[in-house]
């Protein structure tokens, strides 16, 4: 689109197009003859997005309150362990660290099993495995793999990272890991893939990129 | 986050050992909430005449799809009462 200056990151039309839909709702009357050269058909239309956002988190709230209701009358009914297979099996969401959840991994709780820290940036990706307490246990990274450069910012060098932070992890006996991601790098997917490969088995994940609500300044615009 | 209590938002469990059907449902909601789209735009600062461009185009987009998705459900309705019933 040579008519951007500035680029922006995956926005398949740009925003100087938005003459077309002003002409179009008659907002404004002149320009329209810049856009001609440009008209192009609007893509598939789907329903609006606020509307299908606000409908899904609806139904997230009231699947949420459904599931822990859910897990109290299992508990409350004659429990087996098949009971308390389906109660696992059936809930998208974490157990709540107040006092109601049975589950364990390994015999522990949740709340105490370790941590996998993946950090994701653009050009490289870190794993550390934490106790839950916070005491670093294993780091790797694409770079004590032996990959240099450009081939850090890989999903193979990401996963190898991965698969070794797992065997590091397994010699010191660890089996059930939680999995935290940080940043939306070319390495987010393959290094928790590469941590099941290795042997680990990853029982929950959570994201915790860091969104600043407008906090520092970035760098500039690239202009490519 | 350090202020907010972790593993509550944005955590998703993985069922049956299924880590890919887990991350598709992670990246799902992060998407229909706006994260991801946050995060990429974040990276590199965006000037204020900008961010008003774009705020506008995406009303007008916004305006436009639901319009077109209004009438397409309005014309691909099949099953309508006949008109001249009784004729």
């Given at each position: 689109n040579d008519r951007k200056p500035l680029q922006t990151h995956?926005?398949?039309?740009?925003?100087?197009?938005?003459r077309f839909f002003r002409s179009t709702f008659g907002l404004?009357?002149?320009?329209?003859h810049r856009s001609a050269g440009q008209v192009t058909k609007p893509s598939a239309p789907n329903c609006c997005p606020a509307k299908a956002r606000t409908k899904i988190c609806e139904s997230i709230g009231l699947q949420r309150t459904l599931c822990t209701s859910a897990v109290r009358r299992q508990e409350t009914a004659a429990s087996t362990t098949s009971s308390a297979k389906t109660s696992r099996d059936s809930s998208i969401f974490p157990p709540i660290i107040g006092e109601e959840s049975s589950l364990r991994w390994g015999g522990k709780k949740f709340e105490e099993l370790p941590i996998a820290h993946v950090k994701a940036t653009y050009n490289n990706t870190h794993i550390q495995l934490t106790e839950?307490?916070?005491?670093?246990?294993v780091r790797t990274s694409c770079g004590t793999e032996g990959f240099k450069n450009i081939k850090k910012s890989t999903p193979i060098a990401a996963q190898t990272a991965g698969i070794s932070a797992a065997a590091k992890a397994t010699a010191k006996g660890v089996k059930f890991v939680r999995v935290v991601v940080k940043g939306l790098g070319p390495g987010r997917l393959s290094a928790i893939k590469g941590l099941t490969m290795g042997g680990l088995e990853v029982i929950s994940i959570t994201d915790n990129t860091p969104v600043p609500h407008n906090g520092c300044r970035p760098r500039k615009a690239r202009r490519t | 986050m350090s202020r907010h209590l972790r593993f509550i938002a944005r955590t998703v469990m993985v069922q049956n050992g299924n880590v890919d059907e887990a991350y598709k449902i992670l990246n799902r909601i992060l998407t229909h909430d706006g994260v991801i789209d946050a995060v990429k735009r974040k990276r590199y600062y965006e000037k204020p005449c900008r961010e008003r461009q774009r705020k506008n185009f995406e009303n007008c987009r916004r305006i436009y799809h639901s319009e077109m998705a209004r009438k397409i459900t309005f014309i691909s309705v099949t099953n309508r009462e006949d008109p001249w019933l009784g004729c």
């Amino acid at each position: 689109n040579d008519r951007k200056p500035l680029q922006t990151h995956g926005c398949h039309q740009s925003p100087r197009r938005r003459r077309f839909f002003r002409s179009t709702f008659g907002l404004q009357s002149h320009s329209t003859h810049r856009s001609a050269g440009q008209v192009t058909k609007p893509s598939a239309p789907n329903c609006c997005p606020a509307k299908a956002r606000t409908k899904i988190c609806e139904s997230i709230g009231l699947q949420r309150t459904l599931c822990t209701s859910a897990v109290r009358r299992q508990e409350t009914a004659a429990s087996t362990t098949s009971s308390a297979k389906t109660s696992r099996d059936s809930s998208i969401f974490p157990p709540i660290i107040g006092e109601e959840s049975s589950l364990r991994w390994g015999g522990k709780k949740f709340e105490e099993l370790p941590i996998a820290h993946v950090k994701a940036t653009y050009n490289n990706t870190h794993i550390q495995l934490t106790e839950s307490t916070g005491q670093s246990m294993v780091r790797t990274s694409c770079g004590t793999e032996g990959f240099k450069n450009i081939k850090k910012s890989t999903p193979i060098a990401a996963q190898t990272a991965g698969i070794s932070a797992a065997a590091k992890a397994t010699a010191k006996g660890v089996k059930f890991v939680r999995v935290v991601v940080k940043g939306l790098g070319p390495g987010r997917l393959s290094a928790i893939k590469g941590l099941t490969m290795g042997g680990l088995e990853v029982i929950s994940i959570t994201d915790n990129t860091p969104v600043p609500h407008n906090g520092c300044r970035p760098r500039k615009a690239r202009r490519t | 986050m350090s202020r907010h209590l972790r593993f509550i938002a944005r955590t998703v469990m993985v069922q049956n050992g299924n880590v890919d059907e887990a991350y598709k449902i992670l990246n799902r909601i992060l998407t229909h909430d706006g994260v991801i789209d946050a995060v990429k735009r974040k990276r590199y600062y965006e000037k204020p005449c900008r961010e008003r461009q774009r705020k506008n185009f995406e009303n007008c987009r916004r305006i436009y799809h639901s319009e077109m998705a209004r009438k397409i459900t309005f014309i691909s309705v099949t099953n309508r009462e006949d008109p001249w019933l009784g004729c």
